[in-house]
């Protein structure tokens, strides 16, 4: 404390606490907050835009809240009560809304009953936290009244009554319907203390932008990015091929919500394009992805015929324009030694073949009006003028742009925190399991550096430059972490997208995953990566401790009995498979990671009706837990990386007070 930064240090310090009072309250608070039981932290990856299930999942904190009112009134309230408190808990204005519509009765004693209720499940849920915590997470307007509420002791005759008669005063000043949303909200905020996203909230389903608005609400959440996360953040820094990506992507599974609804994309000029280029072609490759419409429906109502036919001519329009364009790259980037990523030149038109790997194979498709066989890559003037149109349209709207600078607001190629090690895909290893040297200009990096050298790449893609030219360049690096077979968001040996939709052989589609997928189940590889990114154990007080990587981006087939739980409990794998396009595969609709104070569980998610059905039949995720690791003891907030900050304010404090008690530091006594 004699060194002058330790005393620049303090004298900062002494602003916020000016005197000896302050700092010992300051202290005897944070010492307190370190003994309460660690905050529920929720993990989940893979949303791919279905975002009615993802925010189910978060109303029920994953089942969390159903537990809580079964635990408190299971010898009390029948089972339809619970269920139809629970939707109330989870739907608050729809619900209060559809109860209110269905009766002309006096609802005074519903409101009554309903608020004593909602209280109980609020004070359960607010057990493990300060009443400073709390009393932020209430809304401003009712905060007094329900902190009230909430801290009163019901066993006492006196304040139950004290309590009863506040309830009775808000139904009779007609408050009651305002008070019940706001105690659900701060149900629903208290339940989940951190939620962690482990990448690609986008693509597939038709609510990326649903997800993103109700991020934009929320604090304390972090965002790990996936592959599909970098494509629709190159496509918002104005990289072509990104944008071509996200079309077919789009235009694959017949969602175009996102785009024209969620950021006012214009497909009418891909429209118009479709229509005169492919008007005599069927597009049979090119046919959507339709998971929600069965083949017999859209074969009765001639509207879906012609709508899919439009999107067929549209995905096989956009689809040309993305080879063309990613041609295009391979070529201006030699560095990146994708040079087995020759895709038109490979086309054979006289013969309808197409040269794979050596061999000739039969098209499945052989109309490409717009290619010209001396120069394969180069659109034609019309399809200059469309991507154009395209990259206007990704580069003005204002809500894309405003959800792009969120992802890189809260988001990072990966992160550690309580000893988990998060992120999407994959870290690149070599065959033996050594971290894999990747070449990123002129220099190699692997494992943290790789990561923390891409995560520096790509903001400086997006931020704004005066260099225009240098840019142009960086933001093709988004492709690159699309596709490319060293990038951490991808670990392929190739991307075979052409192949898939004009060859019929399968061995064609094969895409050599990369060694971390093949290794990961091995302790000791998983051990290398912790150690390398400098994750240690959480230190237990009595000792102890474990750290885990947790990853998503490939979905764990359960069905097939696939255990998403690897390496001795060392890795866990949480890509359950949101995306209603692959609940055939899975078996399952997603997975949640719940870490609380007792330890992890795995929550196994079946697929969700709707929102609609939710709310008008009581309907919920049907779930099931498993347990993956239990501590001996409680987890405290002291145990935590936030108690170990904590921890440092302390000693900050205790140093100030001696320089307070000692005379180094005058203090304030008017504060």
């Not at 159903?66 to 339809?80: E, I, Q, T, W």
């Not at 009766?103 to 519903?110: G, K």
């Not at 070529?331 to 061999?359: S, V």
């Not at 001795?568 to 396009?581: C, H, P, T």
Request: proline share 5%; glycine share 6%; charged share 25%.
């Amino acid at each position: 404390m004699n060194t002058k930064s330790d005393m620049r240090l303090l004298q900062l310090l002494s602003q916020t606490f000016p005197n000896s009072e302050s700092a010992s309250t300051e202290i005897i608070n944070l010492e307190a907050i370190l003994s309460l039981p660690k905050g529920t932290e929720h993990f989940v990856a893979d949303i791919h835009g279905e975002h009615e299930a993802f925010l189910h999942i978060l109303r029920n904190a994953s089942g969390n809240i159903k537990r809580k009112v079964h635990d408190l009134f299971d010898d009390s309230l029948p089972a339809n009560v619970m269920r139809d408190l629970c939707t109330l808990i989870y739907y608050p204005e729809k619900r209060l809304e559809m109860i209110e519509e269905g009766t002309d009765e006096d609802l005074s004693d519903f409101y009554a009953r309903t608020l004593l209720q909602l209280i109980q499940v609020c004070r359960s849920v607010s057990s493990k936290y300060t009443r400073s915590k709390v009393r932020k997470a209430l809304p401003p307007q009712f905060a007094y009244i329900i902190e009230e509420l909430l801290h009163e002791n019901p066993s006492d005759d006196d304040k139950e009554a004290y309590v009863r008669r506040i309830v009775e005063t808000i139904v009779q000043t007609g408050q009651a319907r305002n008070f019940i949303v706001a105690i659900c909200n701060v149900i629903h905020k208290l339940s989940i203390d951190q939620l962690h996203i482990l990448g690609d909230i986008f693509d597939r389903g038709p609510g990326a932008h649903i997800i993103m608005d109700y991020l934009l609400t929320r604090e304390n959440f972090d965002i790990q990015w996936g592959n599909h996360d970098a494509l629709w953040m190159g496509a918002a820094a104005g990289c072509d091929a990104c944008i071509a990506i996200v079309l077919r992507l789009s235009l694959r599974f017949a969602n175009m919500t996102t785009l024209e609804e969620g950021y006012g994309i214009n497909l009418l000029p891909l429209a118009t394009f479709a229509m005169e280029t492919y008007a005599e072609d069927p597009c049979l490759c090119f046919q959507p992805i339709v998971p929600n419409l069965p083949d017999e429906q859209t074969t009765r109502r001639p509207n879906d015929q012609k709508r899919l036919r439009l999107i067929a001519q549209m995905h096989k329009a956009i689809s040309v324009i993305q080879f063309k364009l990613e041609g295009q790259l391979v070529r201006q980037h030699p560095e990146w030694n994708l040079d087995r990523r020759g895709t038109l030149e490979n086309i054979n038109l006289d013969k309808g073949t197409y040269r794979f790997d050596g061999k000739d194979y039969p098209l499945l498709d052989t109309s490409f009006p717009t290619l010209d066989p001396n120069n394969p890559y180069r659109l034609t003037p019309e399809e200059e003028e469309l991507m154009k149109s395209l990259h206007h349209s990704f580069r003005i709207s204002e809500k894309l742009q405003k959800h792009i600078r969120c992802l890189f607001r809260h988001g990072s190629m990966f992160a550690v925190c309580n000893s988990n090690l998060l992120f999407h895909a994959s870290v690149p290893l070599n065959a033996d399991g050594s971290l894999r040297q990747v070449m990123l200009d002129g220099k190699a990096y692997s494992g943290r550096e790789l990561m923390q050298k891409i995560e520096m790449k790509m903001r400086v893609a997006f931020s704004p430059s005066p260099q225009e030219r240098g840019r142009v360049r960086l933001r093709d690096f988004f492709w690159y972490l699309w596709c490319g077979p060293d990038s951490p968001l991808f670990d392929k040996s190739r991307m075979t997208t052409f192949e898939r939709y004009f060859l019929a052989d399968p061995a064609t589609h094969h895409e050599e995953k990369g060694a971390y997928y093949l290794l990961r189940e091995d302790p000791a590889v998983c051990t290398r990566i912790l150690d390398s990114f400098g994750v240690s154990s959480l230190p237990l007080e009595g000792g102890g401790g474990s750290r885990h990587i947790i990853n998503g981006h490939v979905p764990i087939h359960a069905s097939q009995g696939e255990n998403p739980i690897k390496a001795d409990g060392m890795l866990m794998v949480i890509d359950g498979g949101f995306a209603k396009a692959y609940h055939h595969t899975t078996g399952i609709a997603g997975y949640t990671l719940v870490y609380h104070s007792r330890g992890f569980q795995l929550i196994q998610h079946e697929p969700f009706t709707s929102t609609q059905e939710a709310v008008a039949k009581g309907t919920d995720i049907k779930s099931s837990t498993q347990i993956v690791e239990m501590m001996g003891r409680r987890i405290r907030v002291r145990d935590t990386d936030k108690g170990h900050q904590i921890q440092e304010q302390i000693n900050e404090l205790r140093q100030l007070l001696y320089a307070y008690r000692h005379g180094l530091i005058k203090e304030n006594a008017k504060r």
